[in-house]
């Protein structure tokens, strides 16, 4: 039973390694880079984010925790965007699950974990991601392709 186990984490850190996370997009822009900040800021609020952190001194802005997920398992989640030689966008999120309280417990405060979250399942991601992405478009902003 203990080699089963192993051999699972082993294969599971293995596969980690060939598909890596993919919260983040990047893109190339052509406008100065003073306007494209507060280009993404405009395109962010017309999908209804509210931006929490708007840091025009170092190009980045963070909006505040959007909730996504069902009933027993949520995920809130900020999107990122820091802007360089390219537009730098990413998603950090934690989940939030239920947990199954004992027979005799009714609720409590120790009923939901929050648990930081590497990645989303993939379609969440779209769900995220592909709004975002066709504003991109619409501005002129160019997605990187990934080198293989």
Do not use: W
Request: charged share 25%; net charge positive; with cysteine.
């Amino acid at each position: 039973m203990r080699k089963a186990i192993f051999f699972f984490f082993i294969i599971f850190q293995i596969l980690q390694g060939i598909y890596p996370t993919r919260m983040a997009r990047e893109y190339h822009y052509s406008i100065p880079k003073s306007e494209v900040l507060e280009k993404c800021r405009k395109l962010l609020v017309k999908l209804d984010y509210d931006i929490d952190i708007f840091a025009a001194e170092s190009h980045m802005l963070i909006t505040k925790p959007v909730k996504l997920g069902g009933a027993l398992r949520r995920y809130d989640y900020v999107v990122y965007v820091q802007v360089s030689d390219r537009i730098n966008l990413q998603v950090a999120a934690e989940r939030s699950i239920f947990k199954r309280g004992s027979q005799s417990s009714v609720g409590g405060s120790g009923q939901i974990e929050i648990q930081p979250e590497a990645t989303m399942p993939y379609h969440l991601q779209k769900k995220i991601f592909n709004p975002i992405y066709n504003e991109m478009i619409k501005n002129k902003f160019r997605p990187m392709q990934k080198s293989k």
